[in-house]
Each structure stands twice: as C-alpha cells, then as structure tokens.
C-alpha cells in the first residue's frame, strides 16, 4: 500500500525567506505525485503536479525517485502563500484515488 | 456553472441520528470521492465512485454509505452518527484530460456529532 509522509506539521517563515515543504512517499510502481493547497476559509484546490514539471506561484516540486521525495519549494516566501499544503500520491495509471500526506500549515510572517 | 456544491454546509447532530450529506457535481466528471478532514490526520479517503453505479470503500468506509444511482450525485450517509464522525467532510469529482486526472473539491460539510 502507499503512504504520504508530511514531516511538518507547522512550518513558519518570514516573508522573503525560501520555504520547503517536505513530502516523502512510499509505492513500489511509477506513482503520480500532487501538491494540494487550501486557503484559509477556501477549498481544497490543485496547486502542481510533478508531470507537468511546471512553476505555480512561484513554487515547484521535483520528484526525485530515488529519494522518494517530492518537496515543494519557493525561493521568496509571500503572505499569501500562508495556508495548509497537501502532498498527495495517485498509484500510477488505472487509478483514481489519492492518497494524501497529514497536511503542513505554512505560516509567512510579515 | 456551479462546479461541485455540498449540502448542508454545518449540521449538529445528535448522536445516533441518521444523515444524508449531499454532493452534486456539474461537470459530468464519471470519478467521485468522499473524505474526511481532521487535524492532524489530513484527508482521509471514505468511499469512492468511478462511475456512475458502482462504489467502493476507501481508508475509512465503517460507519458510512454511499451511492451513486447517476453521474451527478453522490450522497454520504451515517447510518447512525458516532461522535468520531465529528470532520469536515469533502466531496472531490475528477476529470482525466490528456492523460492527466484533477480532483475538485466541494467547499466542506462541517459536521459536529454530540
């Protein structure tokens, strides 16, 4: 079975200051890898996905398979990126459900 | 076009009552999904529709029901609420378009079972 893995709960930076979230995950296959956002008082929403190895907001994530990590990164965190993050795993074509991590809360201090 | 709705957006409950939370989706999406949100636990999958009449359970089904009698709709169901239900309930649709799958979500059902 695959497993999320959050190691933060709570991360807190000042505004400017890079920000790294972490996500590890664990599957035996070719897994597709999610980073989910959900702003304070919004629903959950796609923020990136590793295929299309694109920059949202300002933020990218590699998927580096042979750490099984998939971490999301901005170089200049801003007060509007505070908000809970979710990386999720699908189990590769064929499946639809997602397995998501615990969650880590972004906090940018002004 | 109104995307994904949920219904009721907060209920209390009494325990050992029964509740329908509802969920309807526009966008002909055939994938739908139902999950809950706790803190500290994240979202945790609870049953799932790939299509329109079937469903299957996810990480945390016991306690719960679904259906799925077209593309639409996807009612959750507590038979007989447990104050361990108490979450915000999501309800998620998903596309896959150029090979790519998104899930949607609803905005929550908050759900507070005494």
């Known amino acids: 079975a695959q497993r999320v893995t959050q190691p933060e709960k709570l991360l807190s930076v000042f505004k400017g200051a890079p920000v790294e979230l972490k996500c590890n995950y664990s599957?035996?296959?070719?897994?597709?890898l999610f980073w989910y956002v959900q702003y304070s008082r919004q629903r959950l929403q796609l923020l990136l996905r590793?295929?299309s190895r694109e920059s949202i907001k300002g933020f990218t994530a590699d998927l580096n398979k042979g750490e099984t990590s998939f971490h999301l990164k901005k170089p200049f965190a801003q007060e509007e990126d505070s908000a809970m993050y979710y990386c999720?795993?699908?189990?590769?074509?064929?499946?639809?459900?997602?397995?998501f991590g615990k969650g880590t809360k972004l906090s940018v201090i002004p | 076009i109104a995307g994904i709705t949920q219904a009721p957006t907060s209920q209390i409950l009494a325990a050992g009552r029964r509740m329908t939370l509802r969920c309807t989706q526009d966008m002909r999406h055939n994938a739908m999904y139902w999950y809950r949100q706790d803190l500290g636990l994240g979202l945790r999958l609870i049953h799932y529709s790939n299509t329109a009449g079937t469903t299957g359970k996810g990480e945390v089904p016991d306690g719960y029901s679904v259906s799925r009698a077209n593309t639409d709709d996807f009612p959750l169901t507590l038979a007989s609420a447990v104050p361990s239900q108490t979450s915000v309930y999501f309800c998620?649709?998903?596309?896959?378009?150029?090979?790519?799958?998104?899930?949607?979500f609803g905005p929550g059902t908050r759900l507070l079972v005494l």
């Open positions: 998620a649709s998903s596309e896959i378009a150029g090979g790519q799958e998104t899930q949607y």
């Open positions: 999720a795993l699908r189990a590769g074509a064929g499946s639809y459900q997602l397995t």
């Open positions: 590793h295929i």
């Open positions: 599957y035996s296959g070719s897994p597709e």
